[in-house]
């Protein structure tokens, strides 16, 4: 199975900080490029950042860009998402994905092709 389990979200107060981690169950993310979508209530899925596998190439959404970086530590087998100067319409459950892409590439605008995925970690920011 190709488990992916998120921690760090909560409930934070516009202008904050959240820093999310995304965790491998039973598997190595080297190799794997990933990616962080979002959905608030009652709105589709969007795309919030992807790191290639390499960690060479990173995308952000432009709503996020300036204030959301994503990393990966391979020894750490983690891919960290820091959120900050948090923002209401960021609220929504956040979850990761992965899969393989090619060497630059990372799933930015869909997960479509990703073969794992985590629930996801709830993050609401409250003005």
């Known amino acids: 199975q190709w488990q992916l389990v998120e921690s760090g979200g909560g409930l934070v107060q516009s202008g904050g900080s959240l820093r999310l981690s995304c965790v491998p169950s039973?598997?190595?993310?080297?190799?794997?490029?990933v990616g962080w979508f979002r959905q608030a209530p009652g709105k589709e899925s969007e795309g919030v950042s992807c790191?290639?596998?390499?960690?060479?190439?990173?995308q952000y959404a432009d709503s996020v860009k300036g204030r959301f970086t994503i990393s990966r530590d391979i020894a750490k087998n983690t891919v960290t998402l820091q959120m900050n100067r948090l923002k209401t319409e960021d609220t929504g459950n956040y979850y990761c994905?992965?899969?393989?892409?090619?060497?630059?590439?990372?799933?930015?605008?869909?997960?479509?092709?990703?073969?794992?995925r985590g629930k996801g970690t709830l993050v609401t920011v409250s003005s």
């Open positions: 994905v992965a899969g393989f892409m090619d060497y630059n590439e990372c799933p930015l605008t869909s997960h479509e092709k990703m073969h794992a």
């Open positions: 039973g598997f190595s993310l080297e190799l794997h490029s």
């Open positions: 790191i290639s596998s390499n960690g060479l190439s990173s």
